[in-house]
């Protein structure tokens, strides 16, 4: 295997009201994937990608703009040999390579400008 990416895989975006953005994108017509409205974390179907959401910290003004614009998340072919060429080019990112319970095995990164990626390959 190579550390090779071969495609995006999907947009993580933060909320702070999980049911209330579960509500806005069953509503557009995304399909659940994983999680829902009680969920910290909730993945909806987008064609050959996804579309998560990840909780944030309530907020007191749930209209107010969340400061984290979200995850992008990229598809590789070896997920431990992408994280070892990047700890070998010295990059650091958040964790080691790990199995989620929502089907993938995966790790995180930031870019220089705080952007967060991830890496990930379905199990």
């Known amino acids: 295997m190579t550390a090779a990416v071969t495609g995006i895989s999907a947009i993580t975006l933060a909320t702070h009201d999980m049911a209330r953005a579960v509500t806005f994108y069953e509503t557009l017509g995304f399909a659940l994937k994983y999680g829902g409205a009680d969920s910290a974390f909730t993945s909806f179907y987008a064609g050959s990608g996804f579309l998560n959401l990840i ?3 309530p907020d007191p ?3 107010r703009p969340i400061q984290w614009w979200g995850r992008a998340i990229f598809y590789v ?4 040999a992408f994280h ?3 700890v070998a080019a010295g990059l650091t990112p958040e964790f ?3 199995d989620a319970p ?3 095995r995966y790790f995180h990164i930031a870019d220089p400008d705080g952007h967060d990626l991830s890496f990930a390959k379905p199990l």
């Open 77 to 80: 072919e070896d997920v431990d």
């Open 96 to 98: 080691d390579p790990q």
């Open 84 to 86: 070892a060429k990047a």
């Open 55 to 57: 909780a944030t910290d």
């Open 61 to 63: 003004d749930p209209d």
């Open 102 to 104: 929502w089907g993938e």
